[in-house]
């Protein structure tokens, strides 16, 4: 072989190793740093980030009934954030947003609500899995800056159990439609984690109620956390352990009409989550009452002291439970 071919040989090895490292380089740049944490919440005096996040995967909700006939859940534990939202009739429903962890299983799942396109504006483009909507919501929720996922357009991901009767029996294989976990830059939520404010008062438990519907949250020493209970019975997990959550947020909002209603004629609720008001935030035994604030819709919601102090929450799953201002 001539020195020609050889030196011309020479440059392709030189340029394809270049190459190859210039792309190991920007995956790494694009994968997340910092140390790895538990998955359940920031490190102390931390806050997650009030607007979203620029690369990464986004994070995942899904809409859960929350009828009796839909308990026990499955994968609710799982989630980081559990919203708990008025609906017709007074019943209740829940958004279970995922992050940090993916569960095998997550349901019963049942349809969206107009509210829902606000509240999942503080994420970045994030994916939202139903069983589907009222006619006239579905053209908004096409429009809305999120990953609507269905039964019509995922048939693979979701499925019919088989130990409950429709339609209280829809579940979602999360990875199907979410295929890595994302992380907890996903959850721009807002919310900060670390050492309990000042004060607070010493407090068992927690009632909130809606017209047909009520959440109760009794606090236990020996699991350190709250447990959850609805419409009068203890709350367990599919596996049959009983439902617990590190810190409960009550958060008075306005609640009016919406545009829609259902079959029977029932008006939809629409919960206002942007603006400012009263919440209680409870953890570690004790409640403490503060003010929130989210200025639009993009913003996460934070939470302060009478003082302005921001609150932190502990480390664990968050429950918000959205509650009529007096």
């Not at 939470?303 to 102090?309: H, N, S, V, Y």
Request: hydrophobic share 35%; net charge positive.
């Amino acid at each position: 072989m001539g020195r020609g071919a050889r030196g011309r040989r020479a440059a392709t090895t030189v340029a394809l190793l270049a190459a190859t490292l210039t792309a190991a380089l920007a995956a790494g740049c694009t994968s997340g740093g910092g140390p790895p944490d538990d998955g359940r919440g920031s490190p102390e005096d931390s806050k997650q980030g009030t607007s979203p996040s620029a690369a990464g995967p986004s994070a995942l909700a899904v809409k859960i009934d929350n009828a009796a006939a839909a308990r026990p859940h499955t994968g609710l534990d799982a989630a980081d954030v559990v919203y708990a939202e008025q609906v017709e009739g007074g019943l209740s429903r829940l958004m279970a947003v995922y992050a940090t962890r993916l569960p095998e299983t997550v349901g019963p799942v049942r349809s969206a609500r107009e509210s829902d396109l606000e509240l999942l504006r503080q994420f970045d483009r994030p994916t939202l899995a139903f069983s589907g909507a009222q006619t006239k919501l579905l053209p908004l929720i096409d429009k809305a800056p999120l990953r609507a996922q269905t039964p019509g357009n995922a048939a693979d991901a979701f499925f019919r159990g088989s130990g409950k009767s429709a339609p209280h029996n829809l579940y979602l294989r999360p990875g199907r439609i979410v295929p890595e976990t994302p992380g907890q830059a996903a959850l721009t939520t807002g919310f900060r984690y670390g050492p309990a404010p000042e004060g607070g008062t010493a407090t068992d438990s927690r009632a909130v109620r809606y017209p047909a519907a009520r959440f109760t949250f009794t606090w236990s020493d020996s699991r350190d956390r709250w447990l959850v209970g609805m419409d009068g019975t203890p709350t367990t997990t599919a596996g049959g352990e009983r439902m617990t959550t590190a810190t409960v947020v009550v958060q008075h909002v306005k609640v009016r009409e919406s545009d829609f209603g259902d079959f029977l004629g029932n008006n939809t609720p629409y919960t206002e989550t942007v603006g400012s008001g009263k919440a209680t935030v409870l953890r570690d035994g004790r409640a403490w009452d503060v003010n929130w604030k989210r200025e639009k819709a993009t913003d996460g919601t934070s939470f302060t002291t009478r003082d302005g102090t921001p609150v932190n929450f502990a480390k664990g799953q968050v429950w918000v439970v959205y509650s009529e201002t007096p």
